[in-house]
């Protein structure tokens, strides 16, 4: 049985009723479920929302397209953005290469039973979806306060049930990649901050510090008050999901939680004008904006804000009297791509293979914002090779001959689909290797990077002083990149690493942005008044 219903005005499809069944006890009747039931359910959910996204996501993108204020480089964004669904919808690749860490939050009536137990019911469905698919396992066990292992399976994962009224399950199942976790901030303020005035100038400057590491056009949260900083935090994930787009949009005298339209608007705006756009310069730095006001202690004002990128995972489940309902996410995101082109500047070409001198001169003939094409010779390394590196320096070691002769690009694979060379295989931010970046280019390496996001003052320094480069990869099309882009991969170093081992790869017509160049120019700080490239 596979039909939609509509629930809540949010489209779902039924997965069975195996593993339902009614009990009469006493005067009470109760809804039994099987914990197989639970996990099933739970595997179905992140084998979609690892694939697939919500058609209304997809249609901001596609407004993207058809707004003729969007820039050129806001435009190229979407439609890559747009063409990286097409390919994950497919099920082979998933839509980002951080598959995420697995977050499960919802409502047990108190009148529906688990045979079995809740919690490990979803950790078995996690593990399995996990196992079964090309995902990536993210999860570090701390074994000692300094040394990590990766737990192979995914788990653990967060898992916060509420007790509630009814006889339903409601589930809320989210992969939540590192680049966007890493952009939820907590902010202890004062009553003061609710002035108009003073509002309004603390969002334009924080929001300026999300940077595009986080794969934007975002769905941006913002969560005003809260009884503690947990709830606070709590409630900005929620937001960011628009899972709370249905609260009250005013205050009352018992302290309900609303939304407040008129400040969404506000702030969309400001992001509008930042010119930051949809990674590259342009309008679209956000999809939208959700603005929620929580009750507070009086001595105490907490502020959150977070995001949704690109990979904007989520997904309802239910389980009722009615069987195992799951939201019907979008199978056809082709019918969101335009029928031609967005126009835009002709890529330069950088032939990867040739001398890394030859290269840096290719690249110190273009202005920042060109957008490139690069065919030859990756190297790949982010973290904890990085973390090696430093500690070969510190010991007077020599660096791998690799880091001087090719470009380095900062990721980590999910795994392989059979028949392919590559699994999706997107950029990592790029600020996590900042600190790194001086010392290994005094040393003549890394003199070409390629990431995602925003780089340190110290970075775009360390480029002019030691004739290196940065371009910029666009964030959220991993899937684009893992079928079509690259051609071979390689374990060269590292190989206990994982996916964090360091890999070469050879890439055919790679796409980027030169973001910073060996003269002190960075694309992310030029000069007010000039013109975004596009």
């Not at 509008?272 to 939208?288: E, N, P, T, V």
Request: glycine share 10%; aromatic share 6%.
């Amino acid at each position: 049985m596979n039909h939609m219903v509509q629930l809540a005005d949010i489209p779902f499809r039924h997965l069975g009723t195996d593993g339902v069944t009614e009990v009469q006890l006493g005067d009470e009747r109760f809804l039994r479920v099987s914990a197989e039931a639970i996990r099933r359910l739970t595997v179905a959910a992140f084998g979609d929302v690892s694939h697939l996204l919500r058609p209304g996501h997809l249609a901001q993108l596609r407004a993207i397209l058809d707004d003729p204020e969007a820039s050129q480089n806001d435009h190229y964004v979407a439609l890559e953005l747009i063409k990286n669904a097409v390919i994950a919808a497919e099920r082979e690749f998933p839509s980002c290469q951080d598959t995420g860490t697995a977050i499960v939050t919802g409502k047990k009536g108190q009148n529906l039973l688990v045979e079995g137990e809740l919690h490990q019911a979803l950790c078995d469905g996690i593990r399995d979806t996990w196992q079964s698919r090309n995902l990536r396992f993210s999860q570090m066990a701390p074994l000692t306060m300094y040394e990590e292992k990766n737990t192979g399976t995914n788990l653990p994962a967060q898992i916060d049930i509420e007790a509630v009224g009814g006889d339903a399950l409601e589930l809320l199942f989210m992969a939540k990649g590192g680049g966007s976790a890493n952009k939820t901030f907590l902010f202890q303020q004062t009553r003061r901050l609710l002035e108009p005035e003073h509002l309004l100038e603390f969002f334009d400057e924080r929001i300026r510090t999300l940077g595009t590491t986080a794969c934007p056009p975002y769905h941006l949260a913002i969560v005003i008050g809260g009884l503690s900083a947990e709830q606070c935090l709590k409630t900005v994930k929620l937001a960011s999901a628009r899972e709370l787009d249905g609260l009250p949009t005013s205050g009352s005298p018992d302290g309900r939680a609303f939304r407040d339209l008129e400040l969404e608007g506000q702030i969309l705006g400001l992001t509008r004008a930042m010119g930051l756009g949809a990674q590259f310069g342009g309008k679209y730095f956000c999809h939208d904006v959700r603005v929620i006001r929580l009750p507070r202690h009086g001595g105490s004002l907490p502020v959150g804000m977070g995001v949704s990128c690109s990979a904007d995972r989520q997904i309802r489940g239910r389980i009722d009297r009615d069987g195992l309902w799951l939201e019907a996410l979008e199978r056809d995101p082709a019918r969101f791509l335009p029928e031609g082109g967005t126009g835009g500047a002709a890529p330069a070409r950088i032939d990867l293979d040739q001398p890394m001198d030859a290269i840096c001169a290719a690249l110190s003939e273009l202005t920042v914002g060109t957008p490139v094409l690069m065919s030859g010779t990756m190297i790949v390394a982010r973290d904890l090779v990085h973390a090696e590196l430093a500690r070969l320096m510190r010991e007077g070691k020599p660096l791998p001959g690799y880091l001087r002769d090719h470009p380095v690009y900062y990721a980590g694979p999910a795994r392989t689909p059979q028949g392919h060379a590559s699994g999706s295989f997107g950029p990592t931010t790029a600020a996590r290797m900042d600190p790194y970046v001086p010392e290994l280019q005094a040393q003549g390496a890394s003199r070409v990077m390629i990431a995602k996001g925003n780089r340190a003052p110290e970075v775009v320094a360390s480029c002019k002083r030691h004739g290196g480069f940065y371009l910029g990869s666009v964030g959220g099309a991993a899937a684009v990149l893992g079928r079509d882009v690259i051609k071979s991969v390689e374990v060269l170093d590292f190989a206990e690493f994982g996916m964090e081992a360091v890999w070469r790869i050879r890439v055919e017509d790679f796409p980027a942005f030169l973001v910073t160049d060996d003269k002190g120019n960075d694309f992310f700080t030029r000069k007010p008044g000039l013109t975004p490239p596009g």
